[in-house]
């Protein structure tokens, strides 16, 4: 049964993000910055035969240097139809150069390439949100690669809720946990 749970939230995660509208889309990635927690809502866009996540962000953005610091990471899903959450934790990789790299960015088409190309990084305060300036000739386009070293999966139903962990250090074995 706990290989199924592991299959279960496997393919949660993988076909959520194929559906625009689906909630695990959208999870909450955590890193931290001088040992205090800092979070923010990113796009899931894909993932490798690995299971590793894939995201996209701007390497200026404030996250990158808070991963260079200290790679672990944490992902937070979670489907309010299905109260299911799921909470992948694990190292951050950033890529910015190579095959791998080149074939994403080569799928930001047209008006997503903008989220990539503003001329002052993530966060520069500007007095009006019509008036960021872009630069065409050059982008800031950054892969980031989520390698999970544990996952959660918690499903609330009746009459028991479902709690398990996995661990990459223990083979990916799951355990159930007291909810
Ligand atoms: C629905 C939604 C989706 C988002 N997707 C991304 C994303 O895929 N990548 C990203 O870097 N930021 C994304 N953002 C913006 C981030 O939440 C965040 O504001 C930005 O990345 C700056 O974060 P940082 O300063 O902590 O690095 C998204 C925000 C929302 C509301």
Redesign the pocket.
């Given at each position: 049964m706990l290989n199924q749970i592991l299959e279960d939230l496997k393919n949660e995660v993988k076909f959520g993000y194929l559906k625009k509208k689906h909630a695990f889309r959208?999870p909450s990635?955590a890193?931290i910055e001088d040992n205090t927690p800092?979070?923010?809502?990113?796009?899931?866009?894909d993932t490798t035969k690995d299971f590793d996540l894939i995201?996209?962000?701007?390497e200026r953005?404030?996250?990158?240097s808070?991963f260079q610091n200290n790679p672990s990471c944490s992902l937070l899903f979670y489907n309010h139809k299905k109260l299911l959450q799921v909470k992948i934790e694990g190292k951050m990789n950033m890529i910015t150069s190579g095959k791998e790299y080149e074939d994403y960015w080569s799928r930001v088409q047209g008006k997503s390439q903008k989220?990539f190309i503003t001329k002052n990084p993530?966060?520069t305060p500007v007095d009006n949100p019509d008036e960021v300036e872009y630069n065409e000739d050059e982008h800031h386009f950054c892969l980031?690669k989520l390698v999970p070293e544990h996952m959660e999966f918690l499903q609330l139903k009746r009459p028991n809720h479902i709690r398990a962990r996995f661990d990459k250090s223990n083979n990916w074995e799951g355990q159930f946990l007291n909810p």
């Open positions: 959208y990635l890193s800092v979070q923010r809502t990113v796009v899931l866009r995201m996209y962000t701007d953005s404030d996250k990158i808070q989220d993530p966060g980031l």
